[in-house]
């Protein structure tokens, strides 16, 4: 079983990247998927969330009308679509899996399966 994010890099401020959460040996479908980030010398901390049929999502309110999660199951991936970016987004970009109820899905603690991580650098 493992996730797979990717798409990270460096970007200017304001520009964009599309992160990407593939699954293998997992059905991304049965899981409600998250993504989070942790800079250095800071906690992991929740970025956006999404329900197994895509349904609903909801983001943290530092990215919340620059970042989109969506999800493609029949590609078994979940993306996150970042726009406007900014130096305070620099940090590692991780996707989990989860099986627990929507209102708790932005516990990192609630997630069994984490992608490896991939850095984002917002500089100029």
């Known amino acids: 079983v493992q996730l797979q994010a990717s798409g990270g890099g460096l970007v200017q401020p304001g520009g964009s990247l599309r992160l990407s959460c593939a699954a293998s040996g997992l059905t991304l479908e049965q899981y409600g998927i998250g993504w989070f980030r942790q800079a250095p010398g800071k906690e992991r901390e929740f970025i956006a969330k999404i329900t197994r049929s895509g349904s609903a999502t909801d983001y943290a309110g530092s990215v919340k009308g620059r970042f989109t999660i969506a999800r493609e199951n029949a590609k078994n991936t979940v993306y996150l679509q970042m726009n406007n970016l900014k130096p305070e987004d620099t940090a590692l970009y991780y996707c989990?899996?989860?099986?627990?109820?929507?209102?708790?899905?932005?516990?990192?603690?609630?997630?069994?399966?984490w992608g490896q991580g991939t850095l984002v650098t917002v500089s100029s």
């Open positions: 989990g899996a989860t099986t627990t109820i929507y209102s708790r899905s932005s516990e990192a603690e609630q997630y069994g399966y």
